[in-house]
């Protein structure tokens, strides 16, 4: 019942997104309705068959002990549902899967498709994906990007680069998967924390790290810390 209420909470509230995608959510709604339904029927009709049980026996030690169980479990659950506040995926989940994964990219032929797209309205998928493909240098002339996400650091070279990140979500976040860009700027530490979001912009070059696996980054002309938008994944 508590996992009823908080499907329908989040969905009255805006914040299902955080966990399925939007396709999903009218689907969502109809059967917690339909799942509560069939819980309060199944109450009232247990009632009854409680009260003649206690007419006839006394709760044993073990009987005791499973519904001490049981309530523990129900406020444990009860605070993890109602009581936090709802929370995004970020570097803790993206460092368990694999960052710019196949999973995560885009198809060859929609990335074929996005090399004579405008760069302008790329997003940090289709960035990703195309960096993900390989292309030279020379690709990325004259190109500019503006990219919105989470501060996530790169494992090989933490002090100089960082991703700009999001999780592409199919489903839900069971299956969601990092996506990111990876971007040169030494000390950015001393400005940005971990997981916080941020917005770059800047054209593209071969990265001047030398620990960094990665051989295109962004260089910035600006990074600013902004607010977590209220979809933080992409689809």
């Known amino acids: 019942m508590i ?4 499907t329908v909470w989040l969905g009255v509230t805006g914040q299902l997104g955080l966990y399925i ?26 009632a ?8 006839h026996e006394t709760e044993s030690g073990p009987k005791r ?27 803790t989940t993206l460092e368990q899967r694999d960052l710019n994964g196949s999973a995560a990219a ?12 405008d760069a302008s309205k790329f997003s940090v998928k289709e960035w990703a994906s195309l960096l993900r493909q390989g292309a030279g240098p020379e690709f990325y002339a004259g190109k500019k990007a503006r990219l919105t996400g989470f501060v996530t ?6 002090e100089n680069v960082f991703y700009v990140a999001r999780f592409v979500v199919t489903h ?18 001393n400005e940005f ?13 071969v990265n001047p790290s030398v620990a960094s696996s990665e051989g295109i980054v962004l260089i910035p002309e600006g990074v600013a810390a902004v607010k977590q938008p209220q979809q933080p994944y992409v689809y």
């Open 3 to 6: 996992g009823i209420v908080a």
């Open 21 to 46: 995608h939007p396709r999903y959510f009218a689907f969502a709604i109809i059967m917690a309705v339909v799942a509560a339904a069939v819980v309060i029927v199944s109450f009232a009709l247990s």
């Open 48 to 55: 009854d068959d409680e009260h003649a049980l206690h007419d």
């Open 65 to 91: 002990l499973w519904g001490a169980a049981s309530v523990i479990v129900i406020m444990a659950s009860a605070t993890a549902l109602l009581i936090l506040p709802p929370a995004t995926l970020t570097t």
């Open 106 to 117: 885009l198809t060859e032929e929609a990335s074929i498709e996005l090399t004579g797209g």
């Open 153 to 158: 650091p790169d494992k090989d070279d933490p």
């Open 172 to 189: 839900c976040v069971v299956d969601a998967q990092p996506v990111g860009v990876p971007v040169y700027r030494p000390g950015w530490q």
């Open 193 to 205: 924390a971990r997981d916080s979001w941020v917005d770059a912009s800047g054209g593209f070059a």
